[in-house]
Nanobody
Framework: QVQLVESGGGLVQAGGSLRLSCAAS????????MGWFRQAPGKAREFVASISWHARRTSYADSVRGRFTISRDNGKNTVDLQMNSLKPEDTGVYYCARRRMIDAGPDELTYEYWGQGTQVTVSS
């Protein structure tokens, strides 16, 4: 089974930065798109960013475009999310996921493997 483990979450003040990392283990194949989703308390999970297997295409939610950057290292089987200019509304549990296709995209139902999440809290 593919296992995804997120790390790097924490507490930060508004305007600060955090970098999340997702490490894959088990039967993981690099030729899949990867994505980040988040879920705030009492809210539905929402798309944040995704990246194609060759890293030539990316997709971002309008709420994070220009502030967040997704990247990947296929040799290490890792996916990172650099988050800058953080806002209180960015607070939530962030999940790493593997898509069942090679291209980037926001559709949650197309992601088949999920990590357990890492907490990000942004104070005002």
């Amino acid at each position: 089974q593919v296992q995804l483990v997120e790390s790097g979450g924490g507490l930060v003040q508004a305007g600060g930065s955090l970098r999340l990392s997702c490490a894959a283990s088990g039967r993981f194949f690099s030729s899949y798109a990867m994505g980040w989703f988040r879920q705030a308390p009492g809210k539905a999970r929402e798309f944040v960013a995704s990246i194609s297997w060759h890293a030539r295409r990316t997709s971002y939610a309008d709420s994070v475009r220009g502030r967040f950057t997704i990247s990947r290292d296929n040799g290490k089987n890792t996916v990172d999310l650099q988050m800058n200019s953080l806002k209180p509304e960015d607070t939530g549990v962030y999940y790493c996921a593997r898509r069942r296709m090679i291209d980037a995209g926001p559709d949650e139902l197309t992601y088949e493997y999920w990590g357990q999440g890492t907490q990000v809290t942004v104070s005002s």
